[in-house]
């Protein structure tokens, strides 16, 4: 079965410093892998998803993400933070074949202070 | 497109009585998910759909929840009776057919039932 963890409920950074929230997943075949991002009392924007090829996976809004087969690791990062960037987070990890759902952990919430 | 379109965007309701949630997916996607957040449990999938058919609902948490998908450009989420557990933020999202690609999400319900 398909799981996400996501080690930290809450992720504090000053603004400009670089932040990054982690996120470990498990899954039989090989993973299709993707961040989201939730403003309060909106919906889940998709930031950037890995598939395959590049470790580095570079999104919107300046964040990138680097995948570790060997870690089973997917963590989220921004070089230099910015106050907007306070948010909730979400990974998901989809098994690599058609038809299945993305899973979510549980989220972490960054806070990012001037 | 509009996006994902999710009616109504808040509900309050009496326990007991009878709760309708409805969903309009993207245009031309072939996937429909229901997804339920709360605070405790964090995003969970309840049911999804595959062209109209439900392919696992294993996420449904009792009886008293069933959804539909008559047709390929709505669907709804039912729960009778309701009840207070049941509040938390019901999410909507469709996604193309190939397992790789990100789902996109609606802006949620939020039910309250008192």
């Known amino acids: 079965a398909q799981s996400v963890a996501q080690p930290e409920d809450q992720v504090n950074v000053a603004e400009g410093n670089p932040l990054t929230v982690k996120c470990t997943y498990s899954?039989?075949?090989?993973?299709?892998l993707f961040w989201y991002v939730q403003y309060p009392n909106r919906g889940l924007q998709f930031l950037l998803k890995y598939i395959t090829g590049d470790n580095l996976v570079k999104g919107s809004y300046g964040f990138e993400a680097e995948f570790n087969k060997s870690q089973t690791s997917f963590h989220l990062k921004k070089p230099s933070a910015l106050v907007s960037d306070s948010a909730l987070y979400f990974c998901?990890?989809?098994?690599?074949?058609?038809?299945?759902?993305?899973?979510f952990g549980k989220g972490t919430t960054l806070s990012v202070s001037s | 497109d509009a996006g994902v379109i999710q009616s109504p965007r808040h509900e309050v309701t009496e326990m007991g009585q009878e709760v309708t949630l409805r969903c309009k997916p993207i245009s031309g996607h072939d996937y429909l998910f229901w997804y339920r957040q709360t605070m405790m449990r964090g995003l969970e999938l309840l049911i999804y759909f595959n062209n109209n058919v439900p392919i696992d609902d294993s996420g449904m948490p009792e009886d008293r929840f069933s959804a539909k998908m008559p047709n390929a450009s709505f669907s709804t989420l039912k729960i009778q009776p309701s009840e207070p557990r049941d509040s938390a933020v019901y999410f909507c999202a469709s996604s193309l057919r190939t397992g790789n690609t990100e789902a996109f999400f609606g802006q949620g319900t939020r039910l309250t039932v008192v």
């Open positions: 899954v039989s075949g090989n993973p299709y």
């Open positions: 998901a990890v989809r098994e690599g074949q058609a038809g299945t759902a993305l899973i």
